[in-house]
């Protein structure tokens, strides 16, 4: 096990370049900020409005640095899981084991899809809860909602989801290239849920997450308060008594109900691990 990991790791995780982020900023742009323009859930300006700063900022430092600190607890923990487990964790590891691992690659895909989901769901609901939200605050911390500030996410966070994600489907025996396979699609499909864009799907609505669909998620509205979980599927919100989707109206506000976030970057880093301040009108827990 110990001398395989080292060889699997560097031949299986790159980090982008700056210059690779910097072009791919050019070509999300030249589609989203059409989108957003000829589809406007809200008349507003990506460059002009407050917080784009910051965005760009977790632009360039969530893929490289928070990737890579994920990375870490990442092999840390499948380290200790398959060990325990008696598995040998090295370059095999990518065609996994088990009757899953012998499907076709397009059906171990979609099952990674609808399970990944569903594992998604839960983890992050559970980031909602007392102990954690203060890690998850930073990515509710937008007060303007567009494709751009997809990517306010604590480290730890990221960490956190990124180990619940991916470890039980390895556990359950998926080929490695079909978890990664999908990383991509689901990378872009992100950043699309965040955009300001008026899209619900129409009668997909309960079959597809809309942008429409995520921005209650994010909103400070009383009756939209942890609604809406899932990332892929609204199935799980359906399901599970957390669907919020109204027709006839947006969100009025967004950003985090009590707390005060701060605006700047490294504020937002160390934002968890200091005494929070609430807002006047919210009072104190």
């Given at each position: 096990m110990g001398g395989s990991l080292p060889d699997f790791i560097l031949k299986n995780i790159s980090l982008p370049s700056f210059t690779e982020l910097g072009l791919l900023l050019l070509l999300l742009a030249a589609v989203m900020?059409?989108?957003?323009?000829?589809?406007?859930?809200?008349?507003?300006?990506?460059?002009?409005?407050?917080?784009?700063?910051?965005?760009?900022?977790?632009?360039?430092?969530?893929?490289?640095?928070?990737?890579?600190?994920?990375?870490?607890?990442?092999?840390?923990?499948?380290?200790?899981?398959?060990?325990?487990?008696?598995?040998?964790?090295?370059?095999?590891?990518?065609?996994?084991?088990?009757?899953?691992?012998?499907?076709?690659?397009?059906?171990?895909i979609a099952q990674v899809l609808i399970v990944g989901d569903f594992i998604d769901y839960w983890s992050h609901r559970t980031f909602h809860t007392r102990r954690l939200w203060r890690f998850h605050a930073v990515h509710h911390s937008p007060e303007h909602m567009d494709w751009l500030a997809y990517g306010r996410m604590h480290p730890l966070n990221d960490a956190g989801t990124r180990i619940c994600q991916v470890v039980p489907l390895l556990l359950l025996g998926y080929s490695a290239n079909a978890v990664a396979g999908v990383v991509p699609v689901l990378g872009f499909y992100v950043i699309f849920l965040h955009s300001n864009i008026s899209w619900t799907f129409g009668p997909f609505r309960y079959v597809l997450v809309s942008p429409a669909f995520h921005r209650w998620h994010h909103a400070r509205d009383d009756d939209a308060v942890d609604k809406n979980f899932a990332g892929i599927f609204p199935i799980w919100d359906l399901l599970f008594g957390t669907f919020y989707m109204p027709r006839d109206r947006l969100p009025k506000e967004y950003g985090v109900r009590k707390e005060v976030m701060p605006r700047s970057f490294w504020g937002q880093m160390l934002f968890p691990f200091r005494k929070v301040r609430y807002r006047a009108e919210a009072g104190k827990e």
């Amino acid at each position: 096990m110990g001398g395989s990991l080292p060889d699997f790791i560097l031949k299986n995780i790159s980090l982008p370049s700056f210059t690779e982020l910097g072009l791919l900023l050019l070509l999300l742009a030249a589609v989203m900020w059409p989108l957003e323009q000829l589809f406007p859930a809200y008349p507003q300006a990506t460059l002009r409005r407050p917080g784009t700063r910051t965005d760009l900022i977790y632009w360039f430092f969530t893929p490289v640095c928070t990737k890579l600190l994920s990375l870490c607890f990442l092999v840390v923990a499948l380290l200790g899981l398959f060990w325990l487990l008696g598995h040998t964790i090295g370059p095999g590891l990518l065609d996994g084991y088990g009757p899953l691992a012998r499907q076709p690659a397009w059906l171990q895909i979609a099952q990674v899809l609808i399970v990944g989901d569903f594992i998604d769901y839960w983890s992050h609901r559970t980031f909602h809860t007392r102990r954690l939200w203060r890690f998850h605050a930073v990515h509710h911390s937008p007060e303007h909602m567009d494709w751009l500030a997809y990517g306010r996410m604590h480290p730890l966070n990221d960490a956190g989801t990124r180990i619940c994600q991916v470890v039980p489907l390895l556990l359950l025996g998926y080929s490695a290239n079909a978890v990664a396979g999908v990383v991509p699609v689901l990378g872009f499909y992100v950043i699309f849920l965040h955009s300001n864009i008026s899209w619900t799907f129409g009668p997909f609505r309960y079959v597809l997450v809309s942008p429409a669909f995520h921005r209650w998620h994010h909103a400070r509205d009383d009756d939209a308060v942890d609604k809406n979980f899932a990332g892929i599927f609204p199935i799980w919100d359906l399901l599970f008594g957390t669907f919020y989707m109204p027709r006839d109206r947006l969100p009025k506000e967004y950003g985090v109900r009590k707390e005060v976030m701060p605006r700047s970057f490294w504020g937002q880093m160390l934002f968890p691990f200091r005494k929070v301040r609430y807002r006047a009108e919210a009072g104190k827990e």
